[in-house]
């Protein structure tokens, strides 16, 4: 069985993905993906991470989990789909320890040691820290951003310090990024290779997250043309989707508004600048993979 968990990071989704895959679920089930709600795996999966990470694996742990998880006779599932934004850590513990995600990689290899005879994947969506701090800040009780951070200077905030330790303890789990600021362009690949199925491949809700983003007239001309235009490919789609967006965009959804202490337009920017960065020092790491537009 293939075990693909999503996992975040928070502020980068709000159940999108979920959603979008449920949409799919009954389509895809006759081809042994499983796409449990998440009311039967959130809190079950966290507790018994949890639990097994302090009191070890039994022998039957992989079947209570998959009987717990699944409605279906787990032998006939081929493909799962977890969906899982906290499973790392809840917001306002996201820097505790003074590093981002401290549990993150203990409860990875708990995860795979349940699903040893398995094949476990991890995709996460990444976001410029310009964005993400104060969406993350905003997300939790606190109320100074010093303790929100525990200690971590967002100048020196890099996701891949988190990659490289992940990669150091669970070496034989495949991950698979990509940014949020990509999202309205891939959003049909992301959920496609979540989904393992061709990239050419109807589904529904492949355009969600653009159309939230470009205005209704812009959003009629872009299926209209679609629709006169059957045959292109998933690069030309992208290519026309950037140039609906240059004509037809909202401003408002795109925009973003950062309010921290501090945090002037160079401020800003270096850590944009940081994070760019950042995406090609990902690309190099062995067993990771990028989707970009």
Same mark, same amino acid.
């Given at each position: 069985? /293939? ?25 895809? #089930? ?84 349940? +699903?040893?005879?398995? /094949? ?25 951003? /010093?303790?929100?951070?525990?200690? =971590? ?13 992940? #990669?150091?303890?669970?070496? $034989? ?6 940014? $949020? ?9 992301? =959920? ?10 109807? =589904? ?17 001309? +872009? ?5 006169? $235009? ?5 690069? /030309? ?57």
């Amino acid at each position: 069985m /293939q075990v693909i968990l999503h996992a975040g990071v928070h502020c980068t989704d709000d159940d999108r993905i979920l959603k979008c895959l449920l949409r799919n679920a009954d389509g895809w #089930r006759h081809e042994a993906v499983a796409i449990p709600g998440p009311s039967r795996y959130r809190k079950f999966l966290l507790e018994a991470i949890n639990s097994l990470g302090r009191n070890g694996i039994e022998e039957d742990t992989r079947e209570i989990v998959l009987d717990a998880i699944l409605e279906e006779d787990h032998a006939q599932v081929n493909r799962l789909l977890l969906s899982h934004h906290s499973f790392f850590s809840v917001p306002k513990l996201m820097f505790e320890g003074g590093r981002a995600y401290r549990k993150a990689e203990g409860r990875l290899q708990t995860l795979q040691s349940v +699903f040893a005879e398995d /094949q476990v994947e991890l995709f996460l969506g990444l976001r410029d820290p310009a964005t993400f701090l104060p969406a993350a800040f905003a997300a939790t009780p606190h109320t100074n951003f /010093q303790d929100f951070m525990h200690g =971590i200077d967002p100048m020196q905030l890099r996701w891949s310090d988190l990659i490289r330790r992940l #990669r150091d303890q669970v070496p $034989n789990m495949p991950i698979t990024l990509w940014c $949020n600021e990509d999202t309205p362009l891939i959003w049909g690949q992301v =959920i496609r290779q979540l989904a393992g199925i061709e990239i050419n491949r109807k =589904i529904t809700g492949a355009f969600d997250v653009f159309n939230q983003i470009i205005s209704p007239e812009g959003m009629k001309r +872009f299926r209209e043309f679609l629709a006169q $235009n059957p045959n292109v490919n998933e690069q /030309q789609k992208r290519r026309i989707m950037s140039a609906f967006l240059d004509k037809y965009a909202l401003d408002d959804e795109i925009e973003e508004e950062l309010d921290l202490p501090g945090w002037d337009a160079a401020y800003v920017d270096m850590l944009t600048e940081l994070y760019e960065d950042d995406l090609h020092t990902l690309s190099a790491i062995p067993g990771v993979t990028i989707i970009a537009p």
